[in-house]
Each structure stands twice: as structure tokens, then as C-alpha cells.
T-cell receptor
Framework: DTGVSQDPRHKITKRGQNVTFRCDPISEHNRLYWYRQTLGQGPEFLTYFQNEAQLEKSRLLSDRFSAERPKGSFSTLEIQRTEQGDSAMYLC???????????????FGPGTRLTVL | AQTVTQSQPEMSVQEAETVTLSCTYDTSESDYYLFWYKQPPSRQMILVIRQEAYKQQNATENRFSVNFQKAAKSFSLKISDSQLGDAAMYFCAYTPKAAGNKLTFGGGTRVLVKP
């Protein structure tokens, strides 16, 4: 069990550029979640997948954001035409997706810190 | 909408002493889970402890224990015998069982441990 991994760990980009982040969940975890965390705040839910199906998207996820999990394994989060307000830590988490608190516990990756200049 | 409130932005504790972090939440659900996560500086979020709402017994994990008061919608975390490695941001989180388990987090409490 290697834990949830995210790549890159840090990304600096200029306003208007597109960026893509990758998340590799714990193997055999069916659910994958994306959260955004701004400095000094708790994480906020963005979207989640059950296997390859994207089941819910937050209102925070504007049209410039898109997430995929094509084969039910890793996931990508793309932000198009980045804005300074997109600067944040993007966290990925995964869970087994089974009934019960053990199956529903989410384990987090180290995050990707995005800075938009 | 569910909300989670952590009213203490920062708490300081002497090494080996005990500190209690408060968390309250607002929900109309009857069945849900509550979690405490720890986020050390520049490091990833780690699960500390979890509680199922229908269980009366308070969860414990080594030096960490909770006081779960369902009627008051309160879920405090007690850290006993505090160690320098306990210094971190602590987040309380809530999820109803029926919502795909997306977590709603509080704003966090920073714990400082004095040697």
C-alpha cells in the first residue's frame, strides 16, 4: 500500500495558461475525491468519482475545471485559462467506497500547490 | 447545507499535558460519520480518529479520544500526553452516509506544543 500520490507537488503558471494535475489513488479504492484548500482554510469538496463515473460536482467547479478518471484508476484535474483566484492546494483522496465507516474513510494525498501569477 | 465549526483558531499546550479541541456541526441527518484529520506543516493530511453517529461509545486511538455528544452536535478531540509531533492543524470533518461521503470540513485549529 503506497498511499495516495499526486503529481506535480508544486505548479507555478501564468494567468491564462492551462494546467493538469494527476492523482493516483490507493489501489482497489473505488472512490476518488478532489478538494481545494486555500491558505488557512479547511478543504472544500470539488468532485468525486465512483470507479470511472463522475457522480457529483460542486458549484465551486466552474466550466474551466474538468476532471476525468478514464479507467477507474488514476484521475486528472485540468484547469483551463487559469486565474489568480485558482491559486490553492488541490487535494486528492480515495476510499474503498464500501458500506461502513471503514469503507468510507478517505485517505489523502500530499496535494498539488498551484500558484497563478 | 451542513456546516462544521471549529471555534478555536489556535490552541497551545505544554508537552505531556492535555488539550481539547472543539467542533460543532449542523445537520438534519441522523446517520453520519465524523472525523478528525491532522495536517502537519507542509505535509499531507492524516486521519486521527473516526466516529459513527449511531455508536454511543466514544472512539479512542491511543492518546487521542473524542467526546461525541449527538444531541448537542458536538465532537471534541482530546489529545493526552501531548508530544512535539502533535503540532499541526487539526480539522474536524463530517459526512452523511447518503451523500457519496464527500467531507465537509471545519476551518481548522492550529495546535502548538511547547517543550
Amino acid at each position: 500500500d503506497t498511499g495516495v500520490s499526486q503529481d506535480p507537488r508544486h505548479k507555478i503558471t501564468k494567468r491564462g495558461q492551462n494546467v493538469t494535475f494527476r492523482c493516483d489513488p490507493i489501489s482497489e479504492h473505488n472512490r476518488l475525491y478532489w478538494y481545494r484548500q486555500t491558505l488557512g482554510q479547511g478543504p472544500e469538496f470539488l468532485t468525486y468519482f465512483q470507479n470511472e463515473a463522475q457522480l457529483e460536482k460542486s458549484r465551486l467547479l466552474s466550466d474551466r475545471f474538468s476532471a476525468e478518471r478514464p479507467k477507474g484508476s488514476f484521475s486528472t484535474l485540468e484547469i483551463q485559462r487559469t486565474e489568480q483566484g485558482d491559486s490553492a492546494m488541490y487535494l486528492c483522496a480515495s476510499s474503498l467506497g464500501l458500506a461502513g465507516v471503514l469503507g468510507d474513510t478517505q485517505y489523502f494525498g500530499p496535494g498539488t500547490r498551484l500558484t497563478v501569477l | 447545507a451542513q456546516t462544521v465549526t471549529q471555534s478555536q483558531p489556535e490552541m497551545s499546550v505544554q508537552e505531556a499535558e492535555t488539550v481539547t479541541l472543539s467542533c460543532t456541526y449542523d445537520t438534519s441527518e441522523s446517520d453520519y460519520y465524523l472525523f478528525w484529520y491532522k495536517q502537519p506543516p507542509s505535509r499531507q493530511m492524516i486521519l486521527v480518529i473516526r466516529q459513527e453517529a449511531y455508536k454511543q461509545q466514544n472512539a479512542t486511538e491511543n492518546r487521542f479520544s473524542v467526546n461525541f455528544q449527538k444531541a448537542a452536535k458536538s465532537f471534541s478531540l482530546k489529545i493526552s500526553d501531548s508530544q512535539l509531533g502533535d503540532a499541526a492543524m487539526y480539522f474536524c470533518a463530517y459526512t452523511p452516509k447518503a451523500a457519496g461521503n464527500k467531507l465537509t470540513f471545519g476551518g481548522g485549529t492550529r495546535v502548538l506544543v511547547k517543550p
